[in-house]
């Protein structure tokens, strides 16, 4: 007889019940949403803000249907879009009472309406790919050649400090081209010179050069980047410059943004639900600094004059700034160290009172200011300030304890983990790396979004139906039973989908149609063989048993091939490409025990129990020398 043992039996009962369990939310839709993100770095989303949201909402006489919250945002569900609009305007008034000095982005967005104890167990819907909401896309070329340059040129500023630290006189450090070139009167002197250099500057490769036609400084040293160092330069950029958009992101309340690296030197951007292709450009292409001052300790300390810096009266020479925490402080104007000095920023602990901390590691020439500026100022407090848009921000102002050489510098004081982490990121990626031009750009509108999911729908449902009329009509009750073991696979890659909250775009719908031929295929192959069985005189029983398990062979095979294919789509691939790939390839593994497990186990619950079956319903079986009617 053909049956499974029970801790299989019980393995497809799980998997076919987890499958509709997060299966389930997709079929609720999205509703009105409104999203609260921050647009400072320095202000956080947290249980305040919330509660804040809540009061003002209640205050309003506007009825939600859940507030969910995320490390980056705050999102309201509603019921329709008129509550959604007001919603809006009333959250807007309470967190952004001046428009010109706006804290947070409150924004439209889409949530699902799955029900709160799905939400409350991680049962979320898949998201839909910039096809199938609507949107703006854009393919960005970073300018790798810009970067390269940026570096040379900080790294000649820092030759021209190492160089006077170490009393060797030239006669001029410029960039010519991609070249770095330094003049020197004697050869001796060159000699020296590029021993130091090449000991501090380890990625340059210097080569000698003489040039008669200039007699006062006829020696030089001609510095070109390493081709790794080039390599890193450019590979850090891009993924700084990914960072820095990530950031800057969150401010248009975009639910799942697709930022991903295309090729060497491209980054894609994909937002879904976005149409104001304007503020998207104005986003994406926004600068930031990062500047390092001094601390008025005196005046800062004077409640009457802080009361007239609030007011737009500060003393001369100083400019009001809020610290981490709302704090109000006044900072001497002159800019100590900019951010192109910071090469590094990683969290960290402090090595005497383990708290948390973030290390940073300045080039040659931000060490000599930076070590001269402790050196100066011990017991005094400097500013670390972030500016965008050209507003600052104080990120942190700690206590200068004593002199700091070296080029690698601490922050601490006051600060959590997730704090030091934050500040980390966003002293290296507060600006872009490199420049970055738009070389291509679309708009998609929700309207035609939904068109492409009505049409993908229909064609899935459409391709469905035939395989279940023309399985049902040609095996029978095995034809049937592939059907129902079909509609699993279905289900369980749905539920696939679901719980990795993969974006599903629409060649992802047309991998979803190709899973369904190649996932009827196995079962033909086992009905195929099944009616082979019976052809050469085996019982009905010992039919099914030998039909499966010989069958199983061939179809390993053939689905190893395919998820072959499909892995290097989805390795090499981008963009489309890389959409089909994911369901392609979790459609694989979906199939594969849908169309051999799953099916098998409602063959035997059909006639694994009965002792003798003289007959299976697998449609019309031809065996040689019998005559049929």
């Known amino acids: 007889m053909n049956r499974y043992p029970l801790w299989k039996n019980i393995l497809v009962v799980v998997a076919l019940a987890l499958g509709l369990f997060y299966t389930l939310p997709n079929f609720f839709g999205e509703a009105p949403a409104v999203q609260i993100s921050s647009v400072k770095a320095t202000i956080k989303v947290d249980r305040l803000l919330q509660g804040r949201v809540e009061d003002t909402l209640k205050a309003a006489g506007i009825v939600h249907d859940g507030i969910f919250s995320d490390p980056n945002s705050i999102r309201v569900r509603l019921s329709d879009g008129d509550s959604q609009l007001k919603a809006k305007d009333a959250i807007e008034k309470a967190l952004n009472p ?31 790919g910039l096809d199938l909401r609507g949107g703006v896309h854009f393919l960005l070329q970073v300018d790798m050649k810009g970067a390269l340059t940026k570096r040379l040129d900080s790294t000649g500023a820092d030759l021209r400090s190492l160089l006077r630290d170490k009393s060797l006189r030239h006669a001029g450090i410029g960039r010519e081209g991609m070249n770095l070139v330094i003049k020197f009167r004697e050869a001796d002197t060159r000699d020296k010179a590029r021993s130091v250099i090449a000991d501090a500057q380890p990625d340059l490769q210097l080569v000698d050069a003489q040039d008669p036609g200039t007699p006062d400084a006829p020696f030089k040293l001609v510095g070109t980047l ?22 800057r992101i969150n401010e248009l309340g975009v639910a799942e943004p697709v930022i991903q690296q295309q090729g060497a030197d491209r980054i894609v951007v994909q937002l879904p639900g976005v149409q104001d292709t304007a503020k ?49 402080l006044l900072l001497r104007k002159q800019v100590v160290l900019t951010g192109e000095r910071l090469t590094d920023a990683q969290p960290g602990f402090d090595n005497q009172t383990h708290e948390p901390a973030v290390h940073l590691t300045l080039d040659s020439a931000g060490a000599r200011i930076f070590k001269e500026l402790t050196r100066d100022n011990v017991g005094k407090r400097m500013a670390i300030v972030l ?94 039973v592939s059907v129902l073991a079909l509609a699993s696979n279905v289900m369980l890659l749905f539920a696939l989908l679901s719980m990795l909250q993969a974006t599903l775009t629409l060649p992802g719908i047309a991998a979803i149609a190709l899973t369904l031929g190649m996932a009827i295929d196995s079962n033909v192959l086992i009905n ?3 009616r082979e069985e019976l052809r050469n005189g085996e019982s009905p029983q010992a039919a099914i048993r030998a039909g499966y398990e010989r069958a199983w062979a061939t179809i390993l095979d053939s689905n190893v091939t395919t998820l072959i294919a499909g892995v290097a789509l989805l390795i090499f691939g981008s963009g489309p490409i890389r959409g089909f790939a994911v369901v392609h390839v979790l459609g694989i593994l979906t199939s594969i025990f849908s169309s051999v497990v799953v099916s098998r186990a409602l063959i035997n619950v059909i006639y694994g129990s009965r002792r003798k079956v003289d007959k299976l319903s697998i449609g019309q079986v031809w065996i040689p020398g019998v005559a049929t009617k």
Do not use: C
């Not at 699902?112 to 819907?125: C, G, K, R």
């Not at 450019?234 to 960072?243: D, H, S, V």
């Open 98 to 128: 001046d428009a010109t000095e706006a804290s947070y982005s409150v924004a439209l967005n889409l949530l699902s309406s799955s029900p709160q104890w799905l939400t409350s167990m991680h049962a979320l819907p898949m998201y839909l």
């Open 387 to 480: 500016i965008e848009k050209g507003k600052g921000e104080v990120v942190t102002a700690p206590v200068i304890r004593s002199e700091i050489g070296g080029g690698r510098v601490q922050i601490s004081g006051r600060m959590t983990t997730v704090e030091a982490n934050d500040v980390a990121l966003l002293l290296r990626a507060g600006s872009l790396a490199a420049p970055m031009d738009i070389i291509e750009e679309r708009t998609i509108g929700p309207s035609l979004g939904a068109d492409n999911i009505q049409k993908g729908f229909h064609s899935t449902v459409g391709g469905f139906i035939a395989i279940a009329a023309f399985m049902s009509l040609y095996y029978l009750l095995f034809g049937f």
């Open 226 to 247: 390493k081709l790794q160092a080039e390599k890193r330069i450019q590979e850090y950029a891009l993924k700084q410059n990914i960072t820095t958009l990530h950031n």
């Open 528 to 530: 195929e063989r099944i």
């Open 280 to 328: 998207a450009k104005d986003i994406l292409g926004r600068t930031a600094t990062l500047e390092v001052r001094m601390v008025d300790d005196e005046n800062s300390a004077n409640p009457a004059v802080m009361d007239q810096a609030s007011k737009g009266q500060p003393p001369l020479g100083t400019e009001y700034y809020t610290e981490r925490g709302g704090r109000p």
